[in-house]
């Protein structure tokens, strides 16, 4: 499976979008993107994931580059309720391996 | 309300007295993955399910025991509890085996001293 890689921490100003970044160049042709968030200790909630094109939903949108070795999740109007740790992780769409590494994502502090 | 439901939440326990932490899921979910949260390392998974009675390791598997007898239930087995056990666990699941969101629940903090 592949691994990730993103920035430690980012700051954003509020109201401002929110651009993080991931790195996945070992990812295989059927693997997915998947982008999780979490807040204090709560367990992670699911944002968005995509496989080649660009997606967004009520939360985010993903954009994925045209080589999939990387990837951005953008929050469009960062409010202080963003502020989370955002994991980026890459799962497999069939029956390979599903050890889905999260490793230790972004923490972003949006700022007002 | 569909959810993912893990106890206890909170324990304390001592070095070597053998505990279970549950976890429940009401989606007819596939997979299920047990993780472990410590400062600076990240999420790292323990054990996953993709279906009953198919159980499989992760990244740190040492230490613990998992059974997928039902398929609402993924319980995480602590033997012999020893201090870098100590962490916060989290129970997840999803709908099939290889694709899809992952449910997480709202996680259970265990001290072992």
């Known amino acids: 499976d592949a691994k990730t890689t993103q920035p430690p921490s980012m700051d954003c100003a509020e109201g401002r979008a929110a651009n993080l970044p991931c790195n996945h160049s070992?990812?295989?042709?059927?693997?997915?993107v998947y982008w999780y968030r979490q807040i204090h200790s709560q367990g992670p909630q699911y944002i968005i994931h995509?496989?080649?094109n660009n997606e967004t939903n009520e939360m985010a949108s993903l954009i994925i580059t045209e080589d999939r070795k990387s990837s951005t999740l953008i929050l469009p109007h960062a409010t202080l309720r963003d502020t989370a740790v955002y994991y980026c992780?890459?799962?497999?769409?069939?029956?390979?391996?599903?050890?889905?590494?999260f490793g230790t994502g972004t923490r972003l502090t949006v700022i007002p | 309300e569909a959810q993912v439901t893990q106890n206890p939440r909170y324990l304390i326990t001592v070095t070597g007295k053998k505990l279970t932490v549950t976890c429940s899921q009401n989606?007819?979910?596939?997979?299920m993955s047990w993780y472990r949260q410590d400062p600076g390392l990240g999420l790292r998974q323990i054990y996953y399910?993709?279906?009953?009675?198919?159980?499989d390791k992760g990244d740190v598997p040492e230490g613990y025991k998992v059974s997928r007898k039902e398929k609402r239930n993924f319980p995480l087995i602590l033997e012999s509890p020893s201090p870098n056990q100590t962490s916060l666990y989290f129970c997840?699941?999803?709908?099939?085996?290889?694709?899809?969101?992952?449910?997480f629940g709202e996680g259970s903090r265990l001290t072992v001293l």
């Open positions: 992780i890459v799962s497999p769409d069939q029956t390979g391996a599903n050890n889905l590494f």
């Open positions: 989606m007819n979910h596939e997979y």
């Open positions: 399910s993709m279906n009953v009675e198919v159980t």
């Open positions: 995509g496989l080649k």
């Open positions: 997840a699941s999803r709908l099939t085996r290889a694709y899809g969101e992952l449910f």
């Open positions: 070992t990812i295989s042709g059927n693997e997915y």
